[in-house]
């Protein structure tokens, strides 16, 4: 592509990752984050990290999502790895060198760290630097070490997950960013974080969860994306556990029947999507307490 181009990508570690990597190697026009997973029309040139909810869309898809529909108007580059890995390896050879550790915010983000290039970490020596911290536990106090490579995606995602500072945010300081230390020592990175993990503690200790045996379920209200992170307080082995976020509309479903349960909901007219460990849907205005019926007739 010579003209500039559009880009629309997954508000995530991975998908944002994944838009500056592909910025460096084509003439970007501007760079949108739908609210909604995959909600984008024609006026997008290429989509990154999302599966488009129209299937008539005609452009580009990039992603790793399952669920692409065999009949579909758009061009899809698909593989089964994080869609930043995908991208690394379409554009490195137009992307300085230096650039390169980005995509390691977007594999570590999908939990797929074992999947950055030989080339990568030799490239970047930086990222086995480490962060050395005093902490107290049960026992009394203990030093830990983080490597840095590994502390690289949740800042991102913490910053995409509030709403007052959101995914473009954070895609413009990771364009910019000449060093995985940007990234770290970044300010508005640790504002973020802080404000989200209050809130969860915060909502985790009001909130009732329903077991029923097969799927916890429970109902949060807040205008942040802290429902996946809600969600991962109560796993249980065995259990799928959704929250639903009343406020947006999301849903997050996390857990060892996360997969069984999404295709159980499907075949009732929802919606979700994502893949292992991630998967999310929306209430697309349909009331919540359908929801939970259709919750309690699968569980049955």
């Not at 995959?38 to 290429?46: I, M, N």
């Not at 989509?47 to 009949?71: A, E, K, Q, W, Y």
């Not at 994080?82 to 570590?108: F, H, M, R, Y």
Request: with cysteine; hydrophobic share 40%.
């Amino acid at each position: 592509m010579t003209r500039p181009i559009v880009i629309a990508s997954h508000g995530d570690a991975d998908g944002v990752s994944s838009a500056v990597l592909f910025s460096y190697a084509f003439v970007v026009k501007d760079v949108v984050f739908p609210e909604m997973f995959g909600d984008v029309d024609d006026s997008v040139d290429v989509v990154l990290d999302m599966r488009p909810r129209d299937p008539t869309f005609s452009n580009i898809v990039i992603d790793h999502h399952p669920g692409h529909p065999d009949t579909r108007n758009y061009h899809l580059i698909w593989e089964n790895v994080p869609t930043s890995l995908i991208v690394w390896k379409l554009v490195k050879d137009k992307v300085s060198k230096n650039q390169w550790w980005k995509v390691v915010i977007g594999l570590c983000g999908d939990g797929a760290p074992e999947l950055v290039p030989t080339e990568v970490w030799d490239a970047c020596p930086e990222l086995f630097h480490e962060i050395v911290s005093h902490k107290t536990g049960r026992y009394g106090g203990f030093v830990s070490r983080r490597p840095i490579w590994e502390m690289l995606s949740a800042p991102i995602n913490y910053a995409c997950r509030l709403k007052k500072v959101g995914p473009l945010f954070a895609y413009k300081i990771l364009r910019v960013a000449k060093s995985p230390m940007d990234i770290v020592y970044e300010d508005a990175f640790a504002v973020a974080r802080e404000t989200i993990m209050q809130e969860v503690n915060t909502i985790v200790s009001n909130l009732q969860v329903l077991d029923t045996g097969k799927i916890l379920y429970g109902e949060i209200r807040s205008e942040n994306k802290v429902e996946g992170l809600v969600a991962m307080r109560f796993a249980k082995p065995g259990r799928a556990v959704m929250i639903v976020n009343k406020e947006t509309g999301n849903i997050a479903l996390r857990g060892t029947l996360a997969m069984w349960a999404k295709e159980k909901l499907n075949a009732r007219g929802w919606n979700f999507g994502g893949h292992p460990g991630w998967i999310g849907g929306n209430l697309e205005n349909k009331p919540s307490r359908q929801l939970l019926n259709d919750i309690l007739e699968i569980s049955r």
